[in-house]
């Protein structure tokens, strides 16, 4: 197990390496560059020359490059100029981050909850009402766009019934002590329920809204698994043996149906990203979403790099634990 880690994280080395080099590239590809970003409309020729040569801009590629590195590894990312003028790009990043940590985790702990095992119930009466109803919602999950589902979502639970909060993290009259930044865990690490009720009922109508995707791929993933696993020559011989339905679903069942989903599930788990830009912006959640979708509207290139950077060492680490899972669940994979 121990080189089947290394192995992968070599692999994930390079993964980094290739998409520091991407980002590098595409940021300067981009109109008006970081030059125009800082200066804005203050921008001469004078003090564009003047700029470009404090920045190094002027300096060969593979120079800037290297700069470039050193400034990440060591989190100096620059300034925001967009998204939270004057404020370093890193610690815009570490106030939003645990906003989209929060929305993401509970929008993927519905879709797991509710994708898996309904998929595999589908699969076991397949045919049949409940898989027939299932099928659809995951297509309807699918095909409906999130943004679409957030503001009908908004609109219906949280301006016409307002059973819900309509946007935000917290109510304005909520005094909550801050200590992480995850809001439902800093109330319940310092006691104060109301603050953490408060913060996942504000929570709940984004999630929903994020989670569809998750859930309508895993739940098709679960249900087509199930059902080629349960075709399998060891299933029949199981049964033949005498096996309960207990052991059968649990050990040769299920076990092996896992292995696509795990997989799916790290995918998903990356994707989510995407997906909080449109649904932070909706229910006006300060996050990495909106960060990303204000750095794009406001040349904001100190917060793009450190939210992209971010965001693909997430995705990789979360494929390295997709991996580490998959063998363990199939020993078979840790020889190859």
């Known amino acids: 197990m121990l080189r089947y880690t290394v192995r992968r994280l070599g692999q994930l080395v390079i993964v ?19 030059v125009s970003a800082l200066l804005g409309n203050r921008a001469t020729p004078e003090s564009r020359a003047a ?11 593979y120079v800037q490059y290297w700069k470039f590195l050193q400034r990440a590894v060591s989190g100096n990312f620059g300034v925001s100029t967009g998204v939270q003028p004057g404020t370093p790009a890193l610690e815009v990043f570490l106030q939003r981050m645990p906003a989209t940590l929060e929305l993401s985790a509970l929008a993927l702990l519905l879709a797991v909850a509710a994708g898996i095992p309904l998929g595999y119930f589908a699969a076991r009466r397949r ?6 109803v299932s099928i ?10 999130v943004f679409f589902l957030a503001f009908l979502l908004k609109y219906v639970f949280a301006l016409e019934l ?15 002590t801050e200590v992480t930044g995850f809001y439902i865990l800093d109330g319940l690490l310092t006691r104060e329920w109301d603050a953490a009720w408060d913060a996942f009922l504000h929570l709940i109508l984004p999630a929903i809204a994020l ?15 199930v059902l080629d696993v349960t075709e399998e020559d060891y299933v029949r011989t199981a049964h033949s043996k005498g096996l309960t339905e207990r052991v059968i679903r649990a050990r040769h069942i299920l076990r092996n149906a896992l292995l696509p989903v795990v997989t799916i599930i790290g995918l998903q788990t990356g994707a989510l990203l995407s997906g909080a830009v449109l649904t932070e912006q909706v229910f006006n959640l300060p996050g990495l979403g909106q960060a990303l979708s204000l750095g794009f509207q406001r040349q904001d290139f100190a917060v793009l ?5 971010a965001s693909a060492m997430v995705y990789v680490l979360v494929n390295l634990i997709v991996d580490l899972a998959y063998a363990a669940i199939d020993p078979r994979l840790r020889t190859r």
């Open 162 to 176: 307002g059973a819900l909060p309509v946007s935000g993290r917290h109510e304005a009259g909520i005094n909550a």
């Open 136 to 145: 659809t919602w995951s297509l309807v999950g699918v095909a409906v766009p």
């Open 16 to 34: 980094v390496a290739v998409l520091s080099i991407l980002l590098f590239a595409w940021l300067r590809s981009l109109p008006g560059g970081p």
């Open 305 to 309: 790099q450190v939210v992209i950077i």
């Open 51 to 61: 700029l470009i040569q404090q920045l190094g801009l002027d300096q060969p590629l």
């Open 211 to 225: 989670s569809t995707i998750p859930f309508s791929v895993i739940f098709r993933i679960t249900r087509a698994a």
């Open 127 to 132: 045919g049949s009402w409940l898989d027939n």
